[in-house]
Each structure stands twice: as C-alpha cells, then as structure tokens.
C-alpha cells in the first residue's frame, strides 16, 4: 500500500546546530516530494519541495535529500533557530492523481 | 498567510449529529483538498474538488461528501458523526503541481 513514514516522532537539537529529519516512502508513483511545516495551531506551510527526477533541492537554511534507490528523503536545516520548533511532515505527491499522502510527522524542538 | 479561511474554527458535536465546515480561498487556484488530521497524526486525504466536481477521493465513507462553488469555495459535511470524527479538519487550495495551500482548520470534537 502507500505510505510515507517518518524515522523518528521527535528530534531535540541545540539552537545553531543543524537538524536533519529523515523520511521513508513506499509508493514509487510520487511526481514531488513535499516537506511541511505545521506550528501549533496552524495549518501545514510549504517550506521546499523536490521533483523525483531530482536528487538534492536547496532552499534558505534548508536542503532536501531524494534518494529514490532506498526510498528515502531527508530535510536539512541549518542553524536551527527556535522558530523552527514545529512539526514537520514530509508528503509523496501523485500529480496524476493530485494525491497527496502525508507521513506522520517529527516533531522538531530547538532547544535555547 | 496563505489565503485560505475556514470557519468554524471550533465547534462540538454529539454523535448521530451533523456538520458543515467551509472553507474560502483568495488563490484563485480552482482545486481544493480537503484532508482530516487526527491527533498526532499527518493528515489523512478525504477528497479534492476541481471545477466543482469530485476528484478524487480517499479512503473515507460517503457520509463524508463536499461541494464547491462557482467561486471555488468548499463546503465538508459530515453526517452521522461518530466519536471517531474528532479531528482538525484542514482545507487545502491547491496549484497545478499538487503544492497545498491549507487553512487553519476547523476543529471538530464529537461527544
């Protein structure tokens, strides 16, 4: 079946350093892979995307990782600031079928 | 800000009742998703709306059933709601490549 499914619930990192939340996926019919960001509160937001054909994708402080051999994304924050603490979902993308299908999410926490 | 305004943004039922959630966007964009996010879950796909009609649907029953307008607002209802219902309920435009634009959600506690 399709799933997207995150490595780790929560990720706890020092403010300045960086953090890397880690994504698995199932489903090799995605066109993108999506990272969002959800604050408390809110709706996910966008922060980056990247096409399947792609294998890096560099945004401001942030950098997402394809490896389509394992099935496997990543997102790289730099200098990690405490309005990053949020909860970050990564999404596989079938714009075939405009379906898009969310992992569960990590939970980033900055700590100052 | 994303443009996207959904309303209630809280609301409580008992089981057995009904809902209506709205959603209205600024984007222009004429495909809205409409997606459940339990607690401490990613959201789950309920359906899209294209030019006010359904397509696409995920795995939810049909007393889950929406409408969207000529201006590209959307209505969610829900009918017989069970307990299991609870759940933020996130609406979504969307762009040609399938980015979403969500709402803060309307955020629904079945008693």
């Known amino acids: 079946g399709e799933s997207v499914g995150l490595h780790l619930p929560t990720l706890s990192v020092q403010e300045g350093d960086n953090s890397i939340i880690n994504c698995a996926y199932s489903n090799s019919a995605s066109d993108y892979f999506i990272w969002y960001k959800q604050e408390s509160g809110k709706g996910p937001q966008f922060i980056i995307d990247i096409r399947s054909n792609m294998d890096k994708r560099q945004g401001q402080r942030v950098t997402v990782l394809l490896n389509k051999t394992v099935k496997h994304l990543s997102l790289q924050i730099a200098a990690t600031q405490p309005g990053d603490s949020a909860v970050y979902f990564c999404?596989?993308?079938?714009?075939?079928?405009?379906?898009?299908?969310f992992g569960a999410g990590t939970r980033l926490f900055v700590k100052a | 800000e994303t443009g996207v305004t959904q309303s209630p943004t809280h609301l409580i039922k008992t089981r057995g009742q009904q809902v209506t959630l709205r959603c209205s966007s600024q984007s222009g964009h004429n495909t809205v998703s409409w997606y459940q996010q339990a607690l401490g879950q990613g959201p789950q796909f309920i359906f899209q709306?294209?030019?006010?009609?359904?397509?696409g649907r995920g795995n939810f029953p049909p007393r889950f059933s929406g409408l969207q307008f000529p201006n590209y607002s959307s209505e969610l209802n829900v009918n017989a709601l069970e307990l299991d219902d609870s759940a933020l309920y996130l609406c979504a435009s969307e762009t040609i490549t399938g980015e979403l634009f969500f709402g803060e959600g309307s955020r629904l506690t079945v008693l």
């Open positions: 709306y294209y030019r006010e009609e359904e397509n």
């Open positions: 999404a596989g993308v079938n714009t075939g079928g405009f379906k898009t299908i």
